[in-house]
């Protein structure tokens, strides 16, 4: 089968709202059950899933125009799917018959992409009536106890445990997909990358420089206000790299209680609370959400419904927010890069009041348009290398390695876990402890250092167990005695 994935609006209704969706064109025509699937997804569903739904769909298509003559059934086909996803498609003498040439894929893709087939199969067999390609099962013995392992621990985790369905949840401990999945891999989490410190400063004050004007006497003129402005709220303030792209000018005030501070609240972009400043016929403010505020007083959608492609689009990830206003507030850390930030952000706005801005965003473009993360991020690259670093995630280079600079600084002052997972607006304790892991080099030098007291002659201090006796560890006595070792008989 021949197809394209294309860019859609689609009208569902007489009314003025367009939605746009990803659709599969095939020689027949627009893919009409994954249309249908995707407009009813599209409200509660970012535009970056259906994109992976599209992209799941369409591997299944190839792989049923490849191999159209080789199944009889529905569910031999996708089994077959899946295990190709896992192993690919080319031989070991490196043809591949099929002319499809995949490469394996991880068992989290795999799965990610199982799950969401499944899905859209589940809906097309309850709305059409076709056979399903993933159905259900009675769940072995063993598939049955995996099942309520990973029921108990989401159980001990949610703070509203105690109005789940047991009894439904023991129905459902019983089923399971027929096609099976490989077991993601457990990973021991290593100390994450973040950027040096004690560069911090030449990166603000030297890579970020306007290029020819670096002799100004002028700190706007010789600084990119902008790009620094975008790295402290994420170096000092742990925001992720998409989140300031959403700020509004009036999001960003003097601290009511401490002026010479930045007082910053970064809203939803669709569900936070809009300015008051947009009015109806009579005069009189309307309060509303940012989407309603957008698409009513400048024709725009939140940043995150746009096209990954577009110039408008920015990410959301869906942090812990602080308020039924839906927004997350910023906490300053050090307190007093508050004030740093206030200073220089005063002198930015001179900047913007100057462009042409028919948009509340906070940071924009030479000729006033919402300014885009893509764009800072070959900002922040060329300002990392302009002070002789090499831009790299590995490196805690990247612009997610401030908000890591962040969760750092914070465990390395003995901030409370409670108050980092605030500061950090994670929703679960467990997303901080990333901050907490030894880095691999730190591991190395510690064994390094034992390695060389063993050279010298000085002994490790004994582990607790020699101290106490082997009752615990060792019930039957096999490393107790005279000589204990395992060589005993």
Request: a positive charge; proline letters at 6%; hydrophobic letters at 35%.
């Amino acid at each position: 089968m021949h197809y394209t994935t294309v860019r859609a609006k689609g009208h569902r209704d007489n009314t003025g709202v367009v939605t746009e969706i990803p659709v599969i064109l095939t020689d027949s025509g627009p893919l009409q059950p994954l249309l249908e699937f995707l407009l009813n997804m599209a409200h509660v569903r970012s535009f970056s899933w259906m994109q992976k739904m599209t992209q799941a769909v369409g591997l299944l298509l190839d792989y049923m125009a490849a191999n159209r003559e080789c199944f009889d059934d529905p569910k031999s086909l996708f089994q077959s799917f899946v295990q190709r996803l896992y192993t690919g498609t080319i031989g070991e003498d490196g043809l591949d018959p099929s002319g499809l040439f995949w490469i394996p894929k991880s068992s989290a893709i795999v799965r990610q992409l199982t799950n969401q087939l499944s899905g859209f199969c589940d809906w097309m067999a309850e709305r059409y009536g076709t056979a399903q390609l993933n159905p259900l099962r009675e769940a072995t013995r063993y598939e049955e106890m995996l099942n309520w392992a990973a029921y108990h621990q989401k159980h001990g985790r949610s703070l509203l445990a105690h109005t789940w369905d047991r009894a439904r949840a023991s129905e459902t401990a019983k089923s399971a997909k027929n096609t099976l999945l490989k077991r993601n891999q457990k990973i021991d989490h290593d100390g994450v990358k973040f950027f040096p410190e004690n560069r911090i400063w030449d990166l603000l004050f030297r890579g970020f420089i306007v290029p020819g004007r670096q002799k100004s006497r002028r700190l706007a003129e010789r600084l990119n206000l902008r790009d620094i402005l975008i790295t402290m709220l994420m170096h000092f303030a742990g925001t992720r790299v998409s989140e300031p792209f959403h700020l509004y000018v009036h999001d960003i005030l003097p601290d009511p209680l401490y002026p010479d501070r930045a007082f910053v609240r970064i809203y939803h972009p669709s569900e936070g609370l809009a300015p008051a400043d947009w009015r109806d016929a009579t005069g009189k403010a309307v309060r509303c959400n940012r989407e309603a505020y957008l698409r009513g007083k400048y024709g725009m959608r939140p940043r995150q419904e746009y096209f990954s492609t577009d110039q408008l689009h920015a990410g959301w990830k869906g942090n812990l927010l602080d308020s039924k206003a839906h927004f997350m507030h910023i906490h300053w850390f050090p307190t007093w890069s508050g004030e740093l930030f206030l200073s220089l952000w005063n002198a930015y706005l001179i900047q913007r009041a100057l462009g042409d801005c028919d948009h509340p965003f906070a940071f924009v473009t030479r000729d006033g348009k919402p300014y885009s993360p893509d764009s800072f991020a070959q900002a922040h690259a060329a300002a990392i290398k302009r002070i002789g670093l090499t831009p790299a995630k590995m490196l805690g280079t990247s612009t997610h390695g401030h908000r890591h600079a962040y969760g750092q600084r914070m465990t390395n002052a003995g901030i409370d876990p409670l108050l980092r997972k605030k500061a950090l607006h994670h929703r679960s304790l467990e997303s901080q402890l990333v901050y907490t892991e030894p880095q691999t080099d730190k591991v190395t030098q510690m064994l390094d250092s034992a390695t060389k007291a063993l050279n010298e002659g000085r002994s490790l201090p004994p582990p607790d167990f020699l101290k106490y006796g082997f009752q615990d560890v060792d019930p039957m006595g096999l490393l107790s005695g005279p000589n204990p070792g395992f060589g005993r008989r």
